[in-house]
């Protein structure tokens, strides 16, 4: 499918989730934290270089601990329900097990949220 909003082919689900993160960044004040963020004066202690390399080192702490528990949960579900599979060869688990892949994912966020919120309150975006 494809559409205006997202870039490239995606599914019906590709442009809604496209939506819904669209929705929730303007509507949790996005734009206006950027511009915030943009407009506040600079204390000149270390340069503009350091202090580029500083933001840019919160951000990428902030998706490293968003992205880590979630990418290894979704490899360990994907080779357990791959075994899983392939030890009821007849029987195709594949549809089966997909709904509740997503359900492990997201426990494991769940279980993870202290920590995201924590590195996102050390950033002190």
């Known amino acids: 499918m494809s ?3 997202v870039e490239g082919r995606t599914s ?8 819904l993160s669209a929705l929730g960044f303007l509507g949790s004040g996005g734009p206006s934290r950027i511009v915030a963020r943009l407009a506040e004066p600079r204390v000149a202690d270390g340069g503009f270089l350091t202090h580029i390399t500083a933001e ?3 951000g990428i702490d902030i998706c490293v601990a968003f992205a880590a528990p979630l990418l290894f949960a979704a490899v360990i579900l994907d080779v357990v329900s791959a075994l899983a599979a392939r030890s009821a060869a007849p029987a195709h688990l594949q549809q ?3 709904p509740l892949k997503a359900l492990g994912i ?3 966020l769940a279980f993870a949220l202290e920590r995201i919120t924590r590195a996102i309150s050390a950033t002190h975006l």
Not at 12 to 19: E, K, S, T
């Open 56 to 58: 840019l080192l919160k």
């Open 106 to 108: 997201l426990c494991v």
């Open 96 to 98: 089966s097990l997909a």
């Open 3 to 5: 559409s205006p909003l």
């Open 12 to 19: 019906p689900l590709g442009v809604l989730f496209a939506l």
